[in-house]
């Protein structure tokens, strides 16, 4: 009888708080990431399952930004350096990116450190994952502050609206349906 009183009151307060949580204002939620120096913000309800960097195998005659393919989970995934593909500058480390890849995950785990896999949320019917260099915890809009846009013209429509946290930090919205959807994005061939 005991176990029915608390299951009875465990169910209720659960239908209390989904109740609360319907009447609430919606709130944006993203993972927060850094790609070349650059904070980027990933919507929680675009992006998928994080992997840890796995070797990536090189598709010849691609553009520079597509990295190959890697077998998440079974799924062949494509992998793109975002930052090459927005035109980022690169640092040392990354310019010697393809050669690690390709290399066992043992042989270069010290130039890995840090680096994972995004993929697309399955639901966006993209079979890529994003190169990130950094994990960075999850951002929910309570926590930033639009911030003033630096240059709008060159900017890629990708690209949402630009935001800084309490420190100052500055962070770029990432549509990762946008993304999927560019046409640029799906043109991997080096023509």
């Known amino acids: 009888m005991a176990n029915k009183d608390a299951l009875r009151e465990l169910q ?3 239908a209390q708080r ?4 319907r009447e ?3 709130t944006r939620n993203w993972l927060a990431v850094e790609m070349a120096g650059h904070g980027f ?6 992006a998928g399952e994080i992997f840890p960097l796995s070797a990536v195998h090189a598709v010849p005659h691609s553009q520079p930004w597509f990295l190959g393919v890697a077998n998440l989970r079974g ?5 793109i350096d975002l930052a090459g593909f927005v035109g980022l500058p690169r640092d040392a480390s990354r310019s010697t990116l393809r050669a690690q890849l390709a290399a066992p995950a043992r042989d ?7 680096a994972r896999l995004v993929a697309f949320n399955g639901k966006l019917q993209v079979n890529a994952a994003l190169l990130i260099d950094r994990l960075l915890g999850l951002r929910n809009a309570s926590a930033l502050q639009p911030a003033p846009a630096a240059e709008e013209a060159g900017k890629p429509h990708f690209i949402g609206q630009q935001m ?3 420190q100052g930090r500055i962070w770029y919205e990432l549509d990762l349906t946008a993304l999927a959807a560019d046409e640029a994005f799906a043109r991997i061939d080096a023509h």
């Open 12 to 14: 209720q307060r659960l």
């Open 18 to 21: 989904l109740q609360t949580v």
């Open 24 to 26: 609430q204002a919606p």
């Open 41 to 46: 913000l990933l919507p929680l309800d675009q």
């Open 75 to 79: 799924q062949l995934h494509g992998v």
């Open 108 to 114: 270069t785990r010290e130039a890995r450190e840090g």
């Open 164 to 166: 800084a946290d309490a």
